[in-house]
Nanobody, 120 residues
Framework: QLVESGGGSVQAGGSLTLACEFS???????MGWFRQAPGKEREGVAAIDSDGSTSYADSVKGRFTISQDNAKNTLYLQMNSLKPEDSAMYYC??????????????????WGQGTQVTVS
């Protein structure tokens, strides 16, 4: 099970930290954050591998940071310098396939319900 939290409304230039609590070791390897705005396809934002290596979409590099605390069973997404175009429903994902691209939604088998981020 994946449960996101931390979304909300913020002004441009502000910051938010999203959290995704997961249960069980099944979810802890190769996790990612995705987002979907109305009328748009779901897109990869950031991903983290079991060795700690990370991947980011070009649009968020330098502004967003993904991290994982396995002791707390929580995945985080620190979002700084937010822009209106960052507004979307943000989803946590887990269970990436062995050869799957880290930022492609099709590679993940488990999804949370999402948390809304609105930047004005």
């Amino acid at each position: 099970q994946l449960v996101e939290s931390g979304g909300g409304s913020v002004q441009a230039g502000g910051s938010l930290t999203l959290a995704c609590e997961f249960s069980g070791s099944t979810y802890s390897n190769c996790m990612g954050w995705f987002r979907q705005a109305p009328g748009k396809e779901r897109e990869g934002v950031a991903a983290i591998d079991s060795d700690g290596s990370t991947s980011y979409a070009d649009s968020v590099k330098g502004r967003f940071t993904i991290s994982q605390d396995n002791a707390k069973n929580t995945l985080y997404l620190q979002m700084n310098s937010l822009k209106p175009e960052d507004s979307a429903m943000y989803y946590c994902a887990a269970g990436r396939g062995v050869d799957a691209h880290p930022l492609r939604p099709s590679g993940y088998g488990y999804w949370g319900q999402g948390t809304q981020v609105t930047v004005s």
